[in-house]
Nanobody
Framework: QVQLVESGGGLVQGGGSLRLSCAAS????????MGWFRQAPGKEREFVAA????????YYRDSVKGRFTISRDNAKNTVHLQMNSLKPEDTAVYYC????????????????????WGQGTLVTVSS
């Protein structure tokens, strides 16, 4: 299995930007689709964005479209989430996840059965 480590979280004012990174090690990174999820206090973990193994297809939840961009560098075994125009409601712990299929990652409820997760990185957006 691939192992995942997130970084890049922090405290930012509303309207600001952050870039999250997820570094992968272990099995061949390019064989995995990647996703970002987030979990706010007291709420269920939710899908944010996903990218296919080749990087040619990306998917977003409606509330982040136009503000967040997911990308990957298979040569460096990393996936990024560029977050612009951040809002207080974006405050959460952000997790990356991996699965051989991007369809699996983007299926509603996938947060309950995906097996490969990082430890999370906290993003706090102040108003």
């Amino acid at each position: 299995q691939v192992q995942l480590v997130e970084s890049g979280g922090g405290l930012v004012q509303g309207g600001g930007s952050l870039r999250l990174s997820c570094a992968a090690s272990g099995r061949t990174f390019s064989g995995y689709a990647m996703g970002w999820f987030r979990q706010a206090p007291g709420k269920e973990r939710e899908f944010v964005a996903a990218i296919s193994w080749s990087g040619s297809n990306s998917y977003y939840r409606d509330s982040v479209k136009g503000r967040f961009t997911i990308s990957r560098d298979n040569a460096k075994n990393t996936v990024h989430l560029q977050m612009n125009s951040l809002k207080p409601e974006d405050t959460a712990v952000y997790y990356c996840a991996a699965d051989p299929s991007v369809v699996v990652i983007t299926t509603p409820g996938s947060n309950r059965y995906l097996e490969v997760w990082g430890q999370g990185t906290l993003v706090t957006v102040s108003s």
